[in-house]
């Protein structure tokens, strides 16, 4: 089943029709008479989508939204009303009160099924986005998003953008937005230094169907706009096209001949829709990179490092190319701490990740796997490259003091580092470990052997096969 559906409506023969078009596309259809049995019904299973009638024996849609308020649904379940066609008011104050759309009997059946589509699929998207960003808060990684932000745009597309300036003025007052008027051949792209406004609004006159159709498929497929909201306002109703464009990521349909108050209605819930998407996907994206940054120095960290070097490994056993894999560890590091301070640790480790990134190639690895303790990965470096280029680091570390914030004496310090290469085309027979963690542990061992030696230098652990 694509989704469960609770049609709402007093009279059985309504629900009857609506049930035979919605399984018929694999809906699974819950049905109830009033608002009391729809509630009764959501107490056991909540719906993915609401579709009700605009008249109840208790109530209306509003009512039922206050319903879904209580038990904490509001904003969850998408409601859509269907009903006779009704006076503007009524229109607008189903819009304000949060409904998704009003849909006037009889309703052409490709068009409900592309709306329903398209609705749930916006509520899905939604909640995956939600679900992530949860999790990311559990771990720690979000923040409290950001209620205010910079005034949201809207773009107006038309053939004949002239003919909207008296609509243009009727929006203007009551719509939230920065309104703007273009032609198909610059609503995309703009000007050079336009941003990618927040949503479009697709005007489709007389025999602009295909025209606009493949404008759609512009918006969807650049990577400026593909998160645009979009709304399509048809000049003369086309239930066929305007099912094509729902169905080719259109975010709402309407008819050109409504009141400009219901597509500021309809426009300002898509993009409050837009910007809690936008924060969302932020918040989740920093959580990615909080989970494999280390907050200090910025470099990777153990949890990104390990299977990084894990693929590196892999390839390697492909290609039949050489990589090494290098642990080195601050000496000596917590008397710097006892004796400047952990601020100034801090400021050695930070200057020490710094010199370690910029004095490597842009394709190794540098990660801080450990308090003090870093680790180098060098795809293609064969047993003499890779041993220069770690003791440069070595001479790096200990020829060049560290400047202390607020100190006036430079710090000095030494770093050892222990090395093994992994080489496919030396000793092919033997059958050393490849994986990850025993690559490390020979790097460790190696590193052991540097601090037993007198630390400040490289010791290598033979090349592994």
């Known amino acids: 089943m694509h989704g469960k559906i609770l049609v709402i409506d007093a009279i059985a023969t309504n629900r009857i029709v609506l049930r035979v078009k919605l399984a018929a596309s694999h809906y699974e259809i819950m049905q109830a008479g009033s608002i009391g049995e729809a509630m009764g019904l959501i107490a056991k299973t909540v719906p993915d989508m609401i579709l009700c009638a605009d008249t109840l024996p208790d109530g209306d849609a509003v009512r039922l939204l206050a319903r879904l308020r209580k038990v904490g649904l509001n904003g969850k379940v998408p409601v859509m009303v269907i009903g006779a066609p009704g006076a503007t008011r ?53 923040e409290p998003s950001a209620q205010f932000g910079p005034r949201q745009s809207v773009r107006v597309i038309s053939t004949n953008p002239n003919n909207l300036e008296p609509w243009q003025a009727a929006l203007r007052p009551i719509l939230s937005a920065h309104l703007a008027l273009c032609t198909p051949a610059t609503g995309v792209t703009g000007d050079a230094t ?84 936008d924060a969302l996907r932020d918040t989740v994206r920093s959580g990615i990179e909080a989970a494999v940054i280390d907050p200090l120095t910025g470099l990777h960290n153990r949890r990104y490092a390990m299977p990084h070097l894990a693929r590196i490994a892999d390839r390697s056993a492909q290609s039949k190319k050489p990589f090494a894999v290098m642990v080195a560890d601050m000496d000596h590091f917590k008397r710097i701490n006892d004796t400047h301070g952990h601020a100034a640790g801090d400021a050695v480790l930070v200057e020490t990740a710094r010199r370690l990134r910029e ?20 795809p293609g ?49 033997r059958t050393l ?33």
């Open 381 to 429: 470096a064969g047993l003499s490259n890779a041993r220069k280029a770690a003791q440069r680091l070595c001479r790096m570390i200990r020829n060049t003091p560290f400047e202390v914030p607020g100190q006036a004496t430079l710090v000095t310090a030494t770093i050892s580092i222990g090395l093994t290469v992994c080489d496919p085309t030396i000793n092919a027979a």
């Open 359 to 378: 004095n490597l190639r842009a394709v190794d690895l540098v990660a801080r796997i450990g308090g003090e303790e870093f680790l180098i990965v060098m």
């Open 194 to 277: 336009d941003t990618a406004p927040d949503a479009f609004v697709l005007v489709i006159e007389p025999d602009r169907g295909p025209e606009m159709l493949g404008l759609l498929a512009t918006i969807r497929s650049h990577g400026a706009t593909r998160h645009s909201a979009i709304m399509v306002v048809q000049v003369d109703p086309d239930p066929r096209l305007g099912a094509q464009m729902l169905d080719m990521g259109a975010n709402d349909l309407m008819g050109f001949d409504r009141d400009p108050a219901e597509l500021a209605l309809r426009l300002d819930t898509l993009m409050a829709r837009k910007r809690m998407s």
């Open 90 to 142: 009524d229109r607008q104050r189903l819009f304000a009160a949060g409904v998704e759309d009003v849909l006037e009997r009889p309703v052409d059946d490709m068009l409900l099924l592309a709306r329903t589509r398209s609705v749930m699929r916006a509520y899905a998207s939604a909640s995956e986005w939600t679900l992530r960003d949860g999790t990311s808060r559990a771990l720690g990684f979000a």
């Open 433 to 465: 470990p490849m994986n990850a963690e025993a690559l490390l542990d020979r790097a460790d061992k190696a590193l052991y052997g540097a601090k037993a030696e007198g630390r400040d230098r490289v010791t290598l652990l033979r090349p592994a096969a």
